[in-house]
């Protein structure tokens, strides 16, 4: 069945670096909108970067211009690039991939239908 298995979390110190990783395993993995939620204790799974089928991306405000998605079709594998981390950006990573079509990727989490298993991301200050 479809997985995705996500890498590349971890503890850094603040304004540090990750780049997180998302395999996708027999999943069309370029035919419909993927991207990637974090969560913390206590709050709602946000969405924090987002990719169409033809590679647009869009982000939450709190992560633009630190944050980049991307995917390589060919490895059926999902990126998330973080640069100038902060504390608040402390969280469990999610990667997702819905199974519809859609022309924009969806904000709901609830229309997402495959998740990785999470990778914690810790930033210290």
């Known amino acids: 069945g479809v997985q995705l298995v996500e890498s590349g979390g971890g503890s850094v110190q603040d304004g540090g670096s990750l780049r997180l990783s998302c395999a996708a395993i027999?999943?069309?993995?370029?035919?419909?909108?993927l991207g990637w939620f974090r969560q913390v204790p206590g709050k709602e799974r946000e969405l924090v970067a987002s990719?169409?089928?033809?590679?647009?991306?869009t982000y939450a405000d709190s992560v633009k211009g630190r944050f980049s998605i991307s995917k390589d079709n060919a490895k059926h594998t999902l990126y998330l690039q973080m640069t100038s981390l902060k504390p608040e950006d402390t969280a469990m990573y999610y990667c997702?991939?819905?199974?519809?079509?859609?022309?924009?990727?969806?904000?709901?989490?609830?229309?997402?239908?495959?998740w990785g298993q999470g990778t914690q991301v810790t930033v210290s200050s």
């Open positions: 027999e999943y069309p993995f370029s035919s419909y909108c």
């Open positions: 997702a991939a819905d199974v519809l079509y859609r022309p924009i990727p969806s904000l709901d989490s609830g229309d997402y239908r495959y």
């Open positions: 990719i169409d089928i033809d590679g647009k991306t």
